[in-house]
């Protein structure tokens, strides 16, 4: 029978369409299996074959889960959005939410001809507004609450108020900016203005100077993971250290619960140990370091105290406000310079530079509070602000970095030494400076030293013993348009939240998506954007008073904002009163199976952790962690082509060729290569692109030879294959089957469309057991015990697959399972039933079509999957193999229940055995049950 896999899957997605199979109950009586992709943006470019392979896996999963009897959320929507829709809109003038919408049809269409089991009544849109009104909501729960270190909790901000009013700062202990004293009297004699400054130093969310990555040529701060070598990653420009009043989430004050919490977690081991390393948790000391002739005090964090009397020099981080104070007039404009330069580095650059050494003195001097000596004081990049104080005290003999630092710039090296016993890890001073002998660290080993230095430290109230965290508080604001609207507004310079009622702030209209000619960001050129407080609603700009009605905050919201906790709205996504009721994230509770892309470590799940935590902290919702198992999945790989133009001409050589020409190696689009070869058709190259109009041709045998190489599929390497087109020739099952096929899900494997046919050749075998010819024949005839026993090996087999994630392997245990059965014959319901739902959760179209030939009204997908039955996989017989001195000789079927003494009777007498041995004596007959026969002459 014809295998119509074009008729036959859109006559299934139409069906699961219009009878919204996959809706999900949110009826508590069943189990339920939350599982969920990591959230797509919507790109122009649409999917390649590369991007459902995380689908596919969940997808499969979802379904065997339903086969199991749960009730199982398997949500979509889009992470909408981003800077490649508003730097579109800035070259065309076109409304980002246009091209939004088409972005997110064009993965509709392409995900539902895939066939996935989403619930697509569920879809959320991080860009719209009853979407981001409760991204708003979370905001303002954020800005009204603390961090109070006694309850390691966030708590109402409240709370702290009504501990300033009877107490002032007596007692608190808080995580917040600055150290603040006051009594209960002058915080009641406080003006509102000065109370609401000083709970800005409480709150997490907070407004503060902040050191950003500013790209000028798109107006806006960019994240750590938007910024390569320096330059954004869209469209490569320049971007520079900057200091600018910023929104920050105080993320730094769940750093030790973050930690803490990825012991309990199912995660890929390199995922949390990214995360444990961008937590960075460090024990040592905080030391104060007074400034030579001056009142000012330089504080240090360091994990290694006791080398402080091996410190010779000082450095301090470039942004660090102190250099402004310290450095000289004779050494400003050196300083100013390296500055200047030190701004066109990202952090993240800095910190990847382990090698270089660059710095500048500032001119002044610290006193090193044991040995009494000067220190020089430098500034220099490999130093980060956002690190401990940004500032360190430099050991060159016992830190390597240092070291070069003190070789490069002449500067003393000290080894520390204690009664003869050096007490430290490593020294590089033995051959270029000189020791101490530190009677203080006398016969102390490296953890006794250090705990006497930071006793010490303690004693002289110089410092104190600490634990220090490199993950900085996470900047909060975006100066663009596409982006949550932050609702705040600034009265005396100070901000106040929206009331609720208000929300959502909707993204105003503006003429352009530039900042102002004022430099503010492209909100500010919204008409329409100003908070009237009296009555409580959005005006005209041009009607800010200052009295009555304030400026908005003109930036927006960065792009984690509304991906840290969209996991909770699918739970309850069309609810206008609350962001998810409580019942409802009680009843789904964690993400069950999480599966995604390992570029998201740091920036997006540590994130949702932080609000997940927030919530949990604030009563909102119960669960500490978002995300309980989670699956990286590897990429699928693009066979690239490339062809080799020679250097100053538009001559293009075969690639055996190249050796006798200089040449450029460039891209080529693969789908210009004949019927999938490595042959160029120049004729259609030459169409290709204006400037290959004319190109002339080197060729190898009458032929245009191109490269080939595997590499990430990429649009801008023309390498990518379209689902689309993979769906029409052979079919979404085939798809799918294939993308399984290919290899295990978490590691990378490379794309080759010559391979569909074999699991195409398969879908056909498959669809063919149920027919004969033209007719489809099932009969209810008892199985045999050999078709059982091919049955029940294969549910064994997908069952542990499934559940172990081992994708690739349940395909080919279809494949065998159908090869057996086809020569078997089979055509008994009691196998092809079970066999076709076994199959559903891999090719959903195919089997849907059988179950209803089979004579089904109901849709295969909430059928019980099979359940296995060991007795048929038992051996009735066994073939054991006859050896002579260890030869094996022949095979003898014998029952598996038999004794060794009863095989020894059988063997002996067997007219084979008695032919090998003639006049011989076995020496030893070696019998291992249900193994094997060993006769020794």
């Known amino acids: 029978m014809f295998y119509d896999h074009q008729q036959i899957e859109k006559k299934w997605q139409k069906y699961w369409e219009e009878n919204q199979t996959y809706k999900t109950s949110d009826a508590t009586s069943k189990p339920k299996f939350y599982v969920l992709d990591m959230f797509p943006y919507p790109s122009g470019a649409g999917l390649h074959v590369g991007h459902p392979l995380g689908y596919i896996a969940s997808d499969i999963y979802a379904r065997y889960k339903r086969h199991q009897g749960y009730n199982v959320l398997h949500p979509v929507g889009y992470d909408s959005f981003g800077l490649p829709a508003e730097q579109y809109a800035i070259q065309t003038g076109q409304h980002p939410a246009v091209t939004t919408e088409q972005n997110i049809n064009r993965y509709e269409e392409q995900l539902k001809k895939i066939g996935f089991s989403f619930d697509w009544s569920r879809e959320i849109r991080t860009s719209d507004a009853s979407y981001y009104k409760w991204t708003q909501w979370i905001f303002i729960q954020l800005f009204h609450s603390w961090y109070n270190k006694d309850t390691d909790k966030a708590e109402s901000i409240d709370t702290l108020i009504k501990h300033f009013e009877a107490k002032g700062t007596e007692g608190l202990n808080a995580n917040q900016n600055d150290e603040l004293n006051f009594t209960a009297e002058e915080w009641k004699a406080a003006s509102e203005e000065d109370k609401q400054d000083i709970l800005l130093n409480y709150r997490l969310a907070?407004?503060?100077?902040?050191?950003?990555?500013?790209?000028?040529?798109?107006?806006?701060?960019?994240?750590?993971?938007?910024?390569?070598?320096?330059?954004?990653?869209?469209?490569?420009?320049?971007?520079?250290?900057?200091?600018?009043?910023?929104?920050?989430?105080?993320?730094?004050?769940?750093?030790?619960?973050?930690?803490?919490?990825?012991?309990?977690?199912?995660?890929?081991?390199?995922?949390?140990?990214?995360?444990?390393?961008?937590?960075?948790?460090?024990?040592?000391?905080?030391?104060k370091f007074l400034v030579d002739g001056s009142e000012n005090q330089i504080e240090v964090f360091t994990t290694r105290p006791d080398t402080i009397f091996g410190s010779t020099f000082m450095v301090l981080a470039p942004e660090n406000p102190l250099v402004e104070n310290i450095t000289t007039e004779a050494q400003k404009a050196e300083v100013e310079n390296y500055i200047a330069e030190t701004s066109k580095k990202t952090e993240r650059d800095r910190m990847a530079d382990v090698k270089s050494v660059s710095g500048a003195f500032t001119g002044s001097y610290a006193i090193n509070p044991f040995t009494g000596k000067k220190m020089p004081i430098y500034i220099s990049d490999y130093v980060l602000m956002g690190y401990g104080t940004g500032a360190v005290m430099a050991v060159p003999a016992h830190d390597e970095r240092d070291h070069r630092f003190a070789k490069k710039f002449g500067l003393e090296i000290i080894e520390v030494v204690a009664g003869g016993e050096n007490v430290q890890e490593e020294a590089f001073s033995s051959k270029d400076g000189e020791c101490i002998n530190s009677d203080f660290l006398n016969g102390l080993n490296y953890e006794e030293a250090k705990s006497k230095i930071i006793e010490e430290i303690v004693k002289r109230n110089i410092g104190e013993g600490t634990i220090n965290y490199r993950q900085r508080d996470a900047i909060f604001s975006r100066q663009r348009y596409w982006g949550e609207p932050v609702p705040v507004y600034f009265k005396n310079d100070l901000p106040y939240t929206l009331p609720v009622s208000a929300l959502p702030l909707a993204l105003p209209e503006v003429e352009k998506y530039l900042p102002t000619e004022d430099g503010d960001p492209p909100l500010g050129n919204a008409k329409d954007f100003a908070w009237d407080e009296a009555n409580q609603k959005v005006v005209a700009t041009d009607l800010i008073d200052n009295v009555t009605v304030f400026p908005l905050e003109l930036s927006t919201m960065p792009g984690w904002a509304g991906s840290s906790w969209y996991f909770l709205r699918y739970m309850d996504p069309h609810d206008d009163e609350v962001f998810c009721k409580k019942e409802l994230s009680d009843y789904w509770g964690q993400v069950d199976l999480y599966i995604g892309g390992s570029e998201h470590a740091t920036g997006h799940l540590l994130y949702s952790r932080f609000w997940n935590m927030f919530l949990k902290d604030r009563g909102y919702i119960e669960q500490n962690e978002p995300f309980q198992k989670l699956i990286n999945q590897g990429m699928i790989l693009g066979m690239s082509a490339f062809v080799f133009r020679v250097d100053g001409t538009n001559q293009f050589v075969s690639k055996a060729l190249t050796g006798d020409y200089k040449t450029q190696k460039i891209h080529v689009d693969v789908s210009l290569l004949k019927g999938g070869s490595d042959e160029l058709d120049t004729e259609a190259f030459k169409k290709w692109r204006p400037e290959f109009a004319d190109a002339e041709f080197i060729l190898e045998d009458g032929k245009y030879i191109t490269e080939r190489e595997v590499e990430k599929m990429s649009k801008s390497k023309f390498n990518v294959v379209n689902p689309d087109d993979i769906s029409e020739e052979f079919g979404a099952d085939c798809l799918r089957l294939y993308e399984m096929f290919l290899g295990p899900l978490e590691q990378s494997k490379p794309w080759n469309t010559q391979g569909l046919s074999g699991v195409y050749g398969f879908l056909k075998k498959f669809w063919n057991l149920y027919f004969d010819g033209d007719t489809f024949v099932?009969?209810?005839?008892?199985?045999?015990?050999?078709?059982?026993?091919?049955?029940?090996?294969?549910?064994?087999?997908?069952?542990?697959?499934?559940?172990?994630?081992?994708?690739?392997?349940?395909?080919?245990?279809?494949?065998?399972?159908?090869?057996?059965?086809?020569?078997?014959?089979?055509?008994?319901?009691?196998?092809?039933?079970?066999?076709?739902?076994?199959?559903?959760?891999?090719?959903?179209?195919?089997?849907?079509?059988?179950?209803?030939?089979?004579?089904?009204?109901?849709?295969?997908?909430?059928?019980?999957?099979?359940?296995?039955?060991?007795?048929?996989?038992?051996?009735?017989?066994?073939?054991?193999?006859?050896?002579?001195n260890g030869k094996m000789k022949f095979k003898l079927p014998l029952s598996a229940t038999l004794t060794a003494d009863e095989i020894e009777a059988i063997i002996l007498k067997d007219e084979r055995v008695l032919n090998f041995l003639g006049d011989q004596t076995p020496k030893k007959l070696i019998i291992v049950p249900k193994k094997i026969i060993n006769i020794v002459l």
């Not at 008994?828 to 179950?851: D, N, T």
């Open 206 to 287: 907070f407004r503060a100077e902040t050191t950003v990555n500013w790209c000028p040529a798109l107006g806006t701060v960019l994240a750590n993971d938007e910024v390569i070598g320096g330059k954004s990653e869209r469209g490569g420009f320049p971007v520079y250290q900057k200091k600018m009043m910023q929104w920050s989430m105080r993320i730094s004050a769940y750093s030790e619960r973050l930690l803490q919490g990825l012991a309990t977690l199912d995660w890929p081991q390199p995922l949390k140990d990214s995360q444990e390393y961008w937590i960075g948790k460090s024990q040592g000391a905080k030391v």
């Open 778 to 884: 099932v009969n209810d005839e008892e199985p045999t015990k050999a078709e059982y026993k091919v049955l029940h090996t294969l549910i064994k087999k997908v069952v542990y697959d499934v559940e172990n994630f081992s994708f690739n392997t349940s395909v080919s245990s279809f494949m065998i399972a159908v090869n057996e059965l086809q020569k078997l014959k089979c055509n008994k319901r009691a196998i092809l039933e079970p066999l076709a739902v076994i199959i559903s959760p891999y090719a959903p179209h195919i089997c849907e079509e059988l179950w209803s030939l089979l004579g089904h009204n109901e849709s295969v997908e909430y059928v019980k999957f099979p359940e296995l039955n060991e007795t048929y996989l038992v051996e009735d017989e066994i073939e054991y193999p006859v050896s002579f």
